[in-house]
């Protein structure tokens, strides 16, 4: 019976799916707890005036500034893809349990006496492979900071060993953010 009246009350009560805006806006103001777009909008827009005005008092003209900043707009369109997608491949590695998996077989697989060298070189692997170091400090960072609390570790040098791993695979890697930034 209760079952029945559930489905009624869905059916009755059964609305349109929300579109992109509505769910756009319910994220970035949730109750004013979020952001609001409107004051990045328009600081955006004041940021890009006083871009425009310096370039002209440098003597360009308007037109070409325009231009230059469509082009940086581009360039910078397509790094944002690459840091979102960055950002889809590290949640979709914390919320499916990759990270927990790697802690638990690191602790089973590392040596001791060859942690910290074992860290730089998988951080150096994964920064290479993926071309983002923020990435990989997202996920590969957790996991190993949580392999040295729990070995004991230094956390000061565990952490300077990371960071030094997975800077030393972005700036070497091919498919790096930065190298998209290069004409």
């Known amino acids: 019976m209760v079952y029945g009246s559930f489905r009624y009350y869905i059916q009755r009560h059964r609305r349109r799916p929300p579109c992109l805006p509505e769910i756009s806006r319910l994220h970035l103001d949730h109750k004013g ?5 409107k004051y990045i909008i328009i600081a955006l827009i004041a940021g890009y005036f006083v ?3 310096i370039g002209v008092r440098m003597g360009h003209k308007p037109s070409d500034v325009v231009r230059m900043s469509f082009d940086g707009l581009r360039t910078a369109g397509a790094l944002m893809a690459i840091l979102l997608l960055i950002g889809v491949l590290t ?3 914390r919320s499916s349990g990759t990270i927990v998996t790697f802690v638990y077989y690191g602790i089973r697989l590392i040596w001791p006496h060859l942690f910290l060298i074992v860290i730089f ?3 150096c692997l994964m920064s290479y492979a993926l071309g983002t170091s923020f990435g990989v400090a ?10 040295a609390r729990s070995g004991n570790v230094d956390p000061t040098i565990a952490a ?5 791993g997975i800077y030393f695979g972005d700036r070497t890697s091919p498919a790096s953010s930065t190298a998209f930034t290069i004409k």
């Not at 707890?33 to 777009?37: A, P």
């Not at 997202?138 to 392999?147: E, K, N, R, S, Y």
């Not at 300077?160 to 030094?164: A, D, E, F, I, K």
């Open 33 to 37: 707890k979020g952001l609001n777009l």
């Open 51 to 53: 871009f425009v005005s």
């Open 91 to 93: 949640g979709s590695w």
């Open 121 to 123: 070189l998988l951080t």
């Open 138 to 147: 997202g996920t590969a960072g957790v996991i190993f900071m949580t392999l």
């Open 160 to 164: 300077g060993v990371v960071l030094s």
